[in-house]
């Protein structure tokens, strides 16, 4: 919702002041110029994006329109994880078989339906717990593992975005292109008068202005939001990894998530009161 209402600020801000000052708004409306600039650009996305990356670029620009992770997201996190942790304690490694096996069948897991969306997130807790499991890994060898795994995934969710901030530094280079479109097409009308020409100039510096305020208005903006949640999911990953390493190395539940809570960042982290008190109705 904030990236809409941002974009509507950027369009009045920039729409409204020139029609203060006394510009006419129809004078920006050229289609033409705009097939122009943004036909290069969505061409240049496709040379240079594979196709999977493409459909995950596509994919985390519709998310971008929903709420991204919330305290209570990280707090779920770490109560299901509290609640696997206590049926190994209860039942042992072997009990926890079924819930790692199918999550998405697990009466614990199923009930967090959050966690169960972000499907890297699951296949990184199921493989993890595999390896707990199997007891053949030691804890520095399972950390390395995960940290290189963590750093795959980084790069992978990034790439999109990378890919949407070099277009964006190209736009203003295509406008110049269709502004030079422009001005060719002004040389010919030298003999139809000033009129015709300042119409024709006008047009051309319009495709100019479409491609600088794609670049620093737009396209720019979205790509710094999609690195943004790419990091709250990243946070998110690192959550799990901290709870997951606790319990490799046998530490109570209760504080093996707390390993978790600490990895935070502030502004989304539930307080040691918050997960205690989630922790108990849980249990309950």
């Known amino acids: 919702m904030l990236i809409i209402i941002g974009f509507i600020i950027v369009t009045g801000s920039v729409a409204g002041g020139f029609i203060l000052e006394g510009g006419n708004i129809m004078a920006l409306y050229q289609p033409v110029e705009l097939l122009i600039i943004g036909g290069a650009a969505v061409g240049s996305l496709i040379v240079m994006t594979p196709i999977p990356v493409l459909k995950e670029l596509i994919g985390q620009l519709m998310g971008l329109l929903g709420a991204g992770y919330a305290k209570k997201d990280y707090s779920d996190l770490m109560v299901m994880l509290y609640s696997i942790f206590n049926i190994a304690r209860r039942e042992g490694l072997v009990g926890l078989e079924s819930h790692i096996e199918k999550p998405h069948e697990s009466d614990v897991i199923s009930a967090y339906p959050g966690f169960l969306k972000n499907h890297h997130a699951v296949d990184f807790m199921s493989d993890t717990m595999r390896l ?121 539940p209760s504080i093996a998530v707390e390993y978790g809570r600490r990895s935070l960042p502030g502004e989304v982290r539930p307080s040691f009161i918050e997960v205690e008190d989630a922790c108990k109705e849980a249990r309950k």
């Not at 060719?184 to 305020?213: P, Q, R």
């Open 132 to 252: 707990i499991i199997t007891g053949s890994v030691q804890p520095h060898e399972l950390e390395a593992l995960l940290d290189i795994d963590l750093d795959t995934h980084h790069e992978e969710i990034n790439e999109g975005a990378e890919k949407l901030g070099t277009i964006a530094d190209a736009f203003p280079g295509l406008g110049i292109v269709a502004a030079v479109l422009g001005v060719v097409l002004t040389m010919a009308k030298l003999n139809e008068g000033s009129e015709a020409i300042g119409h024709s100039v006008g047009a051309a510096l319009v495709g100019t202005f479409i491609g600088i305020i794609l670049c620093y208005g737009f396209v720019g903006p979205l790509a710094t939001a999609l690195k943004g949640r790419n990091m709250a999911n990243g946070s998110y990953m690192v959550c799990l990894k901290q709870c997951l390493m606790a319990f490799c190395k046998g530490v109570p």
